[in-house]
């Protein structure tokens, strides 16, 4: 039988080679990252944020909003999608409604963080507002109550910085079930630490290469980091690309002249799939009249 999308993804976490994943924002951004060869990819709330709003990750979009992106990104690929799901949009009861909505759209995981409402990303702070461990305990054990698929993971993020502080929260978001722990970059400042959060909660790690995590080669986070993720890479990448090519044109360079690369139309047709669209007219529309 083969294995669902988060039973493949559950299995490639206990690998001891870290799982790179990018971020994505739409289904065109995901579509580029699974031809490039990624195993997974995930939805980066910042990215949503950012391409959906035009606004900063300070919870301004809604569930209903990053999950109509999960369901379009999840109907184009064949890889595992995960998805950032911050800190559930309310209480322990609307993370109930939150992790079905996601997982009906097919994202085979969901990262819940601890902050309290209205969150904001760590890279836009300073400090985090964190919710009581109790209140994250609770919301975790709601979110793994309404999950249908066994294999669909919920993985715990906690946004303390202080050292202590993550152990302490690591240790009982696993003790609460949680199949894998999230750190925030702010609270990565070297390995060893890894190693005692990998002894303490004894679950898969996850962590983002931002700060200090980007500067580290990978292979020094073998048998210690199972998956990394980089979730604004397809986003600032766009962004800058865009924005040089566009600031060439109001210039008045030529298109065959601007400074990035544009994809062939002909490249863009096959990673959109228009050959299987074409094949479906062939087989299923009435011949055209002359």
């Not at 999950?147 to 302490?168: G, K, M, N, Q, S």
């Amino acid at each position: 039988m083969t294995p669902t999308s988060a039973q493949a993804l559950r299995i490639r976490l206990q690998d001891p080679e870290p799982l790179v994943v990018p971020g994505c924002y739409d289904a065109m951004s995901a579509l580029l990252a699974q031809s490039a060869g990624f195993e997974a990819v995930l939805v980066s709330g910042f990215a949503v944020s950012a391409s959906l709003l035009g606004v900063p990750d300070v919870e301004l979009y809604t569930e209903t909003e990053i999950v109509t992106v999960c369901r379009n990104i999840c109907r184009r690929l064949q890889v595992p999608v995960m998805a950032d799901a911050d800190n559930g949009y309310g209480n322990a009861i609307n993370v109930m409604r939150t992790v079905a909505d996601f997982e009906q759209a097919g994202v085979s995981s969901v990262t819940l963080e601890d902050q309290s409402s209205p969150k904001s990303c760590p890279l836009l702070s300073g400090e985090s507002d964190l919710v009581s461990i109790e209140e994250a305990v609770g919301k975790l054990k709601a979110a793994i109550s309404v999950r249908r698929d066994p294999h669909f993971l919920v993985i715990a993020r906690t946004d303390a910085r202080d050292e202590a502080e993550v152990l302490r929260r690591a240790k009982a978001y696993a003790a609460a079930g949680a199949d894998a722990i999230k750190l925030i970059s702010p609270a990565l400042q070297r390995i060893e630490f890894l190693r005692e959060l990998k002894a303490a909660c004894n679950l898969p790690i996850m962590i983002a290469s931002l700060g200090w995590a980007a500067s580290v080669e990978v292979e020094r986070f073998r048998g210690l980091v199972s998956l990394i993720t980089h979730p604004l890479m397809s986003l600032a990448t766009s962004a800058a690309a865009v924005r040089a090519n566009l600031q060439a044109l109001h210039e008045g360079a030529r298109t065959a002249a601007l400074p990035a690369p544009a994809m062939k139309q002909h490249d863009l047709e096959i990673l959109l799939g228009l050959d299987r669209i074409r094949q479906a007219e062939a087989a299923f529309l009435p011949p055209s009249r002359p």
